[in-house]
């Protein structure tokens, strides 16, 4: 029968209509529209229950909040965990209000992480370097000292840095949904909020390694490839195995004939698809693993998509920090003590570590 | 490889009494309520929370550890390193401050030779900065566990200091 | 003399014991509600009555009452507020120690209207002592008959938790008060759900300050219309102000709302003036989260009239000239106060205890106090001012819970009325750093 289809709601997002199920949130229907009104989203991530809602990204006004009532609403709203209603107007790109509140955002997000984008495995893919590019101001107002923390040690396959969190609590949430037995979360509260697990102890977990696709900077990384590449120099290959654990579907990222980093697959708006354990991940990295499909539909967060930060569109003094790091040589030499990052000992790389299943 | 040690910190008897009662009051399946007052029990004992016994409250509501690190940072009244034997918790907060709480406080910092965060050599005293303890009508005011030290002056100090050093 | 609805019997010898407060008329407004009244009659009356929420935001009560889902089969909880953090509040822990029955009253008064049967007091962890005191009310009252099963044959259960905080202010905002109370860090829910419908353990819930929620037991006995007769306008019934500062009698005073500022601040009956040999320099009404405002604005409204002890009367002139009442933290500053040192204090609170989750509000409130301390402590530049202005600006409005607003208010409204301090310091910064030195430029001072 006709009429158990759902009703549809009507929205309208920067004077652009569309239809979406009850339920749906501002972000969702609007990146149903495209990326050109889709708001940026930095601790929002879809597959991820309980998401959403702290970094303040993806703030938008509800200009009407709906056909019955089509008052505004007082204050924007965080589109990411806001549901439409049939016949809301929502201004993202269009209104100013908008825009300004998203340029404290990116400041505010900024003023305390160290932009050490030239010594960042995530430079390039990095949802914060986009965002900022984006919505960000040219220079910084920030003329205090920025912070930092004592380290932790996650294990083998996992680093943190924390200087570069940004606390959107997506790690926690994957942690609580790949296993009940999580053991890294927030500590402290404030601005001294950090990832950590008090007593050392390393995640381990057969889907642990999924922490590092979901991270929207560079904050928890690839063990096993600190410091191998930039990610602008290699190519991306979708590829499965057949695989016990997991479904087995993954990128290869490849540099010249090798396969330096194996990642989940992502969708156009950088969200893992389907997660995959930490075999294929860390421990499969020959080609003859793997049955290869072809190359990767590239994400549109990613450098490696066309011209994302071409020169002229770039606003000069990121876009300058932005070169700096792009010139850095792929063996990275530098004395990075400063920037609180040790040097992993060339032990880690090696193939027989422990397995985290043990 | 896991193996089960007995957890090296434990409630005293008439405390873990105490744990039980408490953690009743709750619904069913809601006994995770009862992590706060229960590391009140563990800091009553043990004079601050170390990850031992934080790991054995966990033990007791069935919950991760990680989730009692979580809140036990997040609360400002647990110690998460040892403390001396009487922590002063001073209220920094403007109304105090109105009432001369900055200049009582370098009296107290002076007295003791130490500053916030730090416990004297032979581990009587801590002192701790805190905020508004709601009691800024009688400032300045600081606490030594449930006790409220109230309208203070430098003499005030002198005599709580040697009162509690006896 | 003024009508007492909370504080009446606060001086009798031995109120804090169930004898005492029995023996002033405690527990008739229980044994009225269960035997005599049906729940949808108690949140009539309080309804009627027009109070508003002592915990800060004014909120009609009885409005918020009647917001509670009833979906069958599922418990209902009512919490009372009783963090009391706000930097200048100190009435509830006032209230409590004191007289401990009147708010077990009004718990089961309101609980019965609100049909729940198992509510909670959420108490700040460091006010450990006044929960040994409610604990020992709440068993007095229950060998009394007062709680527990089938209270005074009416069939109606209740059971009282008192829940210690561990502190933290994030916590009186009422969603993270939830967390806090199911055992989780106290960072504020994002709303919708509001906890009428979704709240304690998923259930609906009604969060209430123990000063509103003590009041029940008043309106229960006289009526809500008897109630409503009391104060101005709006502004219906007593509200107890926490007065502290520069003035000779500190303490709560319970007042009838519409008392003149001017009567408050220089009665004897109420703070008695201006410690000797002071004047006054500015005042902050509602607890420090609120706009300060300079002696002349507080004292008298644009149009020359008194400003007046009410919601309506403060807030009169917006965020320009007025301020709000808030929990009714009164911080009174003479002129030996440094506006600047205050604001970087306020400031250094909101830092210390903004939960971190949401952006602006951890990145923001940190920056604000570190660029008023660099002020403070003569390191400031021209263009910190407005640097100042547009970080509150960037906060406020912008974050998950008010705590973001709490923090822009105080610094921008300081900006607002005492620009001129914050640049003396900027100019001046050897004089303005020697020990004693405050700004004694052109100003108002009563
Ligand atoms: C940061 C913050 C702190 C708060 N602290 C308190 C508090 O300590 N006590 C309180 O009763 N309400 C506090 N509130 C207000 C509560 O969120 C809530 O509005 C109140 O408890 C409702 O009770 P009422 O309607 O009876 O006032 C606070 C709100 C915020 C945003
Ligand atoms: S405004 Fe501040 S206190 Fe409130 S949720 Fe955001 S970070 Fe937490
Ligand atoms: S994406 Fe919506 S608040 Fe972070």
Not at chain 1, 183 to 205: F, P, Q, S
Not at chain 2, 80 to 98: A, D, F
Not at chain 3, 214 to 222: E, G, L, M, Q, R
Not at chain 3, 290 to 305: F, Y
Request: include cysteine; aromatic fraction near 8%.
């Amino acid at each position: 029968m006709e009429d158990v289809k759902p009703q549809l709601f009507k929205v309208t997002v920067d004077g652009i209509e569309v239809e979406v199920e009850p339920g749906t949130t501002i972000l969702q229907a609007a990146r149903k529209i495209g990326p050109e009104v889709a708001p940026p989203a930095m601790c929002y991530y879809q597959p991820l229950k309980g998401s959403g809602g702290k970094c303040r990204a993806c703030l938008v006004r509800v200009a009407a909040g709906s056909a019955k009532d089509p008052r505004p609403m007082p204050k924007l709203v965080a589109s990411c965990i806001t549901p439409v209603q049939d016949g809301m107007v929502v201004e993202n790109t269009t209104n100013p209000q908008v825009l300004d509140a998203r340029k404290g955002v990116v400041e505010f997000l900024l003023i305390n992480h160290p932009l050490d984008c030239p010594v960042c495995d995530q430079a390039g893919e990095c949802d914060l370097q986009n965002f900022a590019f984006d919505h960000g101001a040219a220079n910084t107002r920030y003329e205090e000292e920025r912070r930092t923390f004592d380290k932790h040690d996650l294990g083998p396959y996992v680093q943190l840095h924390m200087t570069r969190c940004i606390l959107c609590y997506r790690c926690v949430f994957t942690a609580d949904q790949i296993t009940n037995k999580r053991v890294h979360g927030v500590l402290n509260r404030g601005d001294a909020a950090e990832i950590g697990t008090y007593i050392e102890k390393a995640i381990d977990n057969d889907f642990s390694g999924n922490v590092i696709d979901v991270c929207p900077v560079g904050a928890l990384t690839d063990k096993t490839y600190r410091f191998k590449n930039r990610v602008w120099f290699t190519k991306p290959v979708d590829a499965h195995r057949d695989c016990p654990t997991c479904s087995g579907k993954v990128t290869l990222w490849y540099r010249g004939e090798e396969v330096i980093r194996v990642t989940a697959r992502r969708n156009e708006w950088n969200e893992v698809t389907e997660f995959i354990c930490n075999t294929c991940r860390f421990e499969t990295k020959n080609t003859s693993d793997w049955v290869i499909e072809g190359p990767t539909k590239i994400a549109r967060g990613s450098v490696i998509s066309a011209n994302k930060y071409r020169a002229d569109l770039q606003k000069p003094a990121f876009g300058q920090r932005l070169a700096a790091a792009q010139y850095k040589t792929v063996d990275d030499t530098r004395d990075t003590s400063q920037l609180g990052i040790q040097q992993l000992p060339p032990e880690r790389f090696n193939k027989s570590l422990p397995s985290a299943t043990e | 490889m896991t193996t089960e040690t007995k957890p090296t910190i434990q409630f005293t008897p008439d405390r873990l009494e105490k744990a039980k009662e408490i953690i009743a009051r709750y619904p069913e399946g809601r006994q995770k309520s009862a992590l706060l007052p229960l590391l009140h029990l563990l800091q009553e004992q043990e004079g601050w929370t170390p990850a031992e016994g934080m790991d054995y409250v966990a033990g007791l509501l069935q919950i991760e550890p990680i989730e009692v690190y979580e809140v036990a940072t997040f609360y400002t009244m647990f110690h998460i390193n040892p403390v001396g034997k009487h922590v002063i918790e001073y209220c920094r907060t403007g109304p105090c401050c109105l009432m001369g709480g900055e200049e009582v406080y370098a009296h107290l910092r002076q007295r003791l030779g130490i500053e916030a965060g730090q416990t004297t050599v032979d581990g009587q005293f801590t002192i701790k900065e805190v905020e508004c303890l709601a009691a800024c009508g009688m400032g300045p005011v600081f606490q030594v566990r449930e006790k409220y030290y109230t309208n203070l002056t430098n003499e005030r100090v002198d005599e709580i200091i040697d009162e509690l050093s006896k | 003399m003024a009508i007492k609805v909370l504080t009446e019997h606060i001086n009798v010898p031995g109120i804090e014991t169930f004898d005492v407060y029995r023996k002033q008329g405690g527990y008739t407004a229980v044994e009225k509600a269960l035997k005599t009244m049906t729940p949808d009659e108690v949140v009539e009356e309080v309804k009627k009555s027009g109070v508003r929420g002592r915990g800060g935001a004014g909120f009609p009560m009885g409005m918020k009452w009647s917001f509670l889902a009833k979906p069958e089969g599922v418990p209902r909880y009512l919490v009372c507020n009783a963090d009391e953090s706000e930097p200048g509040t100190f009435k509830d822990h006032y209230l409590m120690k004191t007289i401990p029955h009147l708010l077990i009253e009004g718990m089961i008064v309101s609980s019965f209207a609100l049909g729940a049967n198992k509510s909670f007091i959420y108490v700040r962890g460091e006010l450990m002592y006044v929960i040994h005191i409610l604990e020992k009310a709440i068993a007095e009252a229950k060998a009394a008959g007062f709680l527990g099963k089938n209270i005074l044959g009416s069939g109606y259960d209740l059971e009282l938790v008192v829940q210690p905080g561990g502190g933290a202010y994030i916590c009186g905002e009422e969603t993270a008060l939830l967390e806090s109370l199911e055992g989780k860090r106290g960072n504020p829910r994002n709303k919708p759900p509001f906890p009428a419908v979704k709240g304690l353990y998923q259930c609906p819930t009604v969060v209430n300050n123990v000063e509103s929620i003590a009041t029940t037991s008043w309106i229960v006995n006289h009526g809500g219309d008897a109630y409503a007769a009391i104060g101005i306008g709006r502004s219906t019934g007593t509200k107890l102000i926490s007065a502290s500062g520069h003035i000779n009698k500190p303490g709560v005073y319970e007042i009838e709302l519409g008392l003149p500022v001017e009567d408050f601040i220089y009665a004897d009956e109420w703070c008695g003036g201006i410690r000797p040999g002071h004047k006054l320099k500015a005042v902050v009404a509602g607890g420090s989260s609120v706009p300060i405002l300079p002696a002349n604005l507080i004292l008298k409204l644009g149009n020359g009239d008194k400003r007046l002890m009410s919601y309506e009367s403060l807030s009169e002139g917006g965020f320009q000239t007025g301020t709000m009442l808030g929990s009714g933290g009164f911080i009174v500053f003479d002129e030996t106060a440094c506006i600047v040192r205050n604001t970087w204090n306020f400031s250094r609170f909101y830092h210390h205890e903004s939960c971190g989750q949401c952006s602006p509000c951890r990145e923001g409130t940190g920056w604000m106090e570190k660029v008023l301390h660099r002020i403070e402590y003569g390191h400031g530049n021209q263009h910190d001012i407005d640097l100042l202005v547009d970080v509150a600006r960037r906060i406020e409005g912008n974050t998950i819970c008010p705590l973001g607003d709490a923090a822009a208010w105080p610094v921008a409204s300081a900006i607002r009325h005492f620009r001129d301090e914050f640049e003396w310091h900027i100019t001046n910064p050897h004089e303005a750093t020697q020990p004693g030195a405050v700004f004694k430029g052109d100003m108002a001072l009563v």
